[in-house]
């Protein structure tokens, strides 16, 4: 009988147990479901306007890869290179209303700086090894890009007022407008017109100075009442203070930005320059096109673990970051199986040229990989953005791929003479790999609690600073 009784003791400790394993189990569902809708409202539309924006790029060289490969290499270099390397200069200046038009005199002071590398474009890419034919037709895509250069100054400001205001939707919409536009501008001046090359420039010019109309009439037109009351001359004050407060983050960023703008420079002193520029510039747009939904949940993440924090609460912040990271990582997965699959078919959306259709074949591995640590490197980097730990991400950044992956690709491209696999090979392993793994330790290792109590007590001085000041305004 007492065996009995406790067979029946066992059996409902067993059930208690199975009931609380399911709820619990119901409870996590839950919590992912609800954490996924929190980052997808961030990251959802600030996605759909990267990937749009980025759209632009890949219609521009894929029209320029059915004219012929020296104008696929020469678009590639002339836009990733040379606007890219612009790009990194001019993205670090963004705040609000007076502060945006503050941006745009700071920008636009600074594309007239920087034109140089646009005028002298042909001889430059000669003295850094391009050749002859690749140089010339870059100098003279570089110099129909100029309106693009200044469409910076106006753009970056732009879009970081209205994502600050939760507008992501507004921007959304317009970026899709534009692509539109590009996709009709381009086919306009290159199947219909015969512009050539010259003609994918102008096409890619009016479609991002349309995206800054629309932005901009948004934004003067009345649906920013409380952040745009029209321009004023207080924009003009206090520039060189604007200036010198954003230059050590804009190094930061330029750095980073730059790496891959180096590694297809450093294709162009390969013994097959131009099959190498095409191929690669194939799978860098690839990548880029990808790299939107992680650098979109990048945005996102680094939002959620800053409230969570700000609110107190560490666990939740460190909930979100898992969330982001395993949502990251299988949607990296999903894109690393297709590339595997389409392998000897992507370069079709760029180029007609069997050469580079096999040599981007040859590549797939690489971009396979790239694409996966590409997709989860950014939302462990949000994470750590979030918590405040920015000076630390630009150095984790920076050391991996400018003291190891460089230096590394450099030596395996030529050294060992294992061509554009072994550079490519060299920068992946030796930067993003390493960059990857660092800071997953980092995350791993973090604190959450008690990060959550600095940014606890951070806000309770900020709101007890506030509240004197208050008085004091009312005495």
Known sequence: MGSVNTDRDCNQALNLQDKHDQENKGHLSLRIWVETKKLWQIAGPAMFSLMALFSMNMITQ???????????????IANFAIVGFNYGLLVRYHMLGIYMQRSWIVLFLCCFLLLPFYVFATPL??????????????????????????????????????????????????????????????WLFVDVLHFGIVGVAMALDISWWALILG????TSCGWCPSTWTGFSVQAFSGLWEFVKLSAASGIMLCLENWYYRILILMTGHLKNATLDVDAFSVCMSTIGWEFMIPLAFFAATGVRVSNELGAGNGKAAKFATVVS?????????????????????IALVFTSNPDVIHEVDNLSLLLAISILLNSVQPVLSGAAVGSGSQAKVAYVNLGCYYIIGLPLGFLMGWVFKLGIKGVWSGMIFGGTFTQTITLAIITIKFNWDKEAEKAWDRVDKWSASKSNDQLKAQH
């Open 125 to 186: 890419l000669k003295r850094l090894g391009q050749p002859d034919e690749v140089a010339e037709l870059s100098g003279v895509v570089a110099l129909w890009l100029i309106p693009l250069h200044f469409s910076f100054a106006f753009l970056f400001p732009l879009r970081t007022f209205l994502q600050s205001q939760l507008k992501n939707q507004v921007t959304a919409w317009v970026s899709l407008v534009s692509l539109g536009i590009n996709a009709l501008t381009s």
């Open 215 to 218: 932005l901009f009439v948004y």
């Open 325 to 345: 990271v395993a949502q990251t990582a299988i949607t990296g997965f999903i894109f690393c199986i297709l590339i595997m699959i389409l392998k000897n078919k």
């Open 62 to 76: 894929a029209f320029a890869g059915h004219l012929g490969d020296v104008k696929l290499a020469a678009i590639s």
